[in-house]
C-alpha cells in the first residue's frame, strides 16, 4: 500500500522533532472524455456517490464521451452504416467507439 502512487505521501514534523511521512489517498480527479479530453460534466466525483445517475450520464456513451464528441460518433456511424463514408476517413480515436455503435 504505501509504495503505490495512490496514496499521498505527506512529510510531517512531529513535536519531538522527528520527521515521519503521513500516506492519505489522493483526491478523485474529474473524469474526462476519451476523444476530445475534456472534463465531463453531470458526474458526481465524491466517494460515497452510490445512484446510477451520479456515476454517469444515462446515455449513450455516458460517462465515456462528452455531448459533443457523441453527437459527432452517431453521425460518422449512421454515415458509415449508409455507405457515405468509409472508416478510414474518421479518426482513430473515434474508430473504437463507431465500431462499438455499428456492432449493436
Known amino acids: 500500500m504505501q509504495r503505490s502512487r495512490s496514496m499521498r505521501r505527506l512529510d510531517r514534523v512531529t513535536p519531538k522533532g522527528r520527521h515521519v511521512l503521513h500516506y ?7 473524469p474526462h472524455c476519451g476523444i476530445c479530453g475534456a472534463e465531463l460534466s453531470g458526474i458526481s466525483i465524491k466517494r460515497g456517490a452510490k445512484s446510477g445517475s451520479r456515476r454517469s450520464n444515462e446515455r449513450l456513451f455516458g460517462g465515456a464521451l462528452c455531448a459533443r464528441c457523441t453527437s459527432e460518433v452517431i453521425k460518422y456511424a449512421s454515415r458509415i452504416e449508409q455507405g457515405e463514408m468509409k472508416m478510414s ?3 482513430i ?10 456492432s449493436h
Open 24 to 30: 492519505r489517498r489522493r483526491a478523485n480527479s474529474l
Open 89 to 91: 476517413e474518421v479518426g
Open 93 to 102: 480515436k473515434q474508430r473504437a467507439y463507431i465500431l462499438q455503435m455499428v
